[in-house]
């Protein structure tokens, strides 16, 4: 089992930026992906940002390629997400799970543990 908690939510303005940070612990899978979702208020689920534990290939859905970036550091088994230039389109819960065992592309169904999420609000 592993178990995710996420930190770093807030309100912001828009053209603001946050930091969130997801601490894992439990199980150590050498090989896995790790990921940012959001889900919005009467929206789907949508994959953010993802990387691979190994060798570090990093996905980013189009909305956000240029103001996010995604960052993993193993040793402490942390999850990071630089959000830059916020908008309000931004705003949801955001949600860091683990893909265990998993390898690129890392769909999202692939995705075994989830954290509780971290609500991000941007104002305009």
């Known amino acids: 089992q592993v178990q995710l908690v996420e930190s770093g939510g807030g309100s912001v303005q828009s053209g603001g930026s946050l930091r969130l940070s997801c601490a894992a612990s439990g199980t150590y899978y050498s090989r896995y992906c790790m990921g940012w979702f959001r889900q919005a208020p009467g929206k789907q689920r949508e994959k953010v940002a993802s990387i691979y534990s190994r060798g570090g290939n990093t996905y980013f859905a189009d909305s956000v390629k240029g103001r996010f970036t995604v960052s993993l550091d193993d040793a402490k088994r942390a999850l990071y997400l630089q959000m830059n230039n916020l908008a309000p389109e931004d705003t949801a819960m955001y949600y860091c799970?683990?893909?265990?065992?998993?390898?690129?592309?890392?769909?999202?169904?692939?995705?075994?543990?989830w954290g509780q999420g971290t609500q991000v609000t941007v104002a305009t």
């Open positions: 799970a683990e893909a265990a065992g998993g390898f690129p592309p890392c769909e999202a169904r692939e995705y075994n543990y």
